[in-house]
Nanobody, 130 residues
Framework: QVQPVESGGGSVQTGGSLRLSCVAS????????MGWFRQTPGKEREGVAA????????YYSDSVKGRFTISRDNAKNTLYLQMNSLKPEDAGMYYC???????????????????????WGQGTLVTVSS
C-alpha cells in the first residue's frame, strides 16, 4: 500500500503554468496506477490524468489533453503533473490517487466516485485568475 502526499499548488494567471508533485510512501509503488484528480465545490472528483505503473502509459481527460503532462519516477516514488496554458476552469483541489486496478481515466474516475480508490493524498489547491 502507498500513501501519497501532494505539493506544488498555487495561484497563477490564465495562461500560466504549474507543476504538481506527489510523493508516495510505502511499498510496491510501481505496481500502482497513479492519477491526478480535480474537485471543485459541489462537484464530484474527476480524473484528469493517469499513468500506469510499469509501461508508463498515459491517459488524459479531454479537457486537459495537449496542455497537461503526467509523468512518474518510480525510483523516487514520485508522480508529477505539468500544467500549461492554465484556464480558470482548471482551478480546484487537485488530489493524487493510487490504485492497483484498471488504469484509465473512466475507470479511475468511477472508482474514485465510489470512494473505492486504494489511496488518496490530502490535496493541493490550484487557483487560476482571469
Amino acid at each position: 500500500q502507498v500513501q501519497p502526499v501532494e505539493s506544488g499548488g498555487g495561484s497563477v494567471q490564465t495562461g500560466g503554468s504549474l507543476r504538481l508533485s506527489c510523493v508516495a510512501s510505502g511499498n510496491s509503488y510501481d505496481t500502482h496506477c497513479m492519477g491526478w484528480f480535480r474537485q471543485t465545490p459541489g462537484k464530484e472528483r474527476e480524473g484528469v490524468a493517469a499513468i500506469s505503473g510499469g509501461s508508463f502509459r498515459t491517459y488524459y481527460s479531454d479537457s486537459v489533453k495537449g496542455r497537461f503532462t503526467i509523468s512518474r519516477d518510480n525510483a523516487k516514488n514520485t508522480l508529477y503533473l505539468q500544467m500549461n496554458s492554465l484556464k480558470p476552469e482548471d482551478a480546484g483541489m487537485y488530489y493524487c490517487g493510487a490504485d492497483r486496478g484498471l488504469c484509465d481515466i473512466a475507470t479511475l474516475s468511477a472508482t474514485a466516485q465510489l470512494n473505492l480508490l486504494d489511496a488518496w493524498g490530502q490535496g493541493t489547491l490550484v487557483t487560476v485568475s482571469s
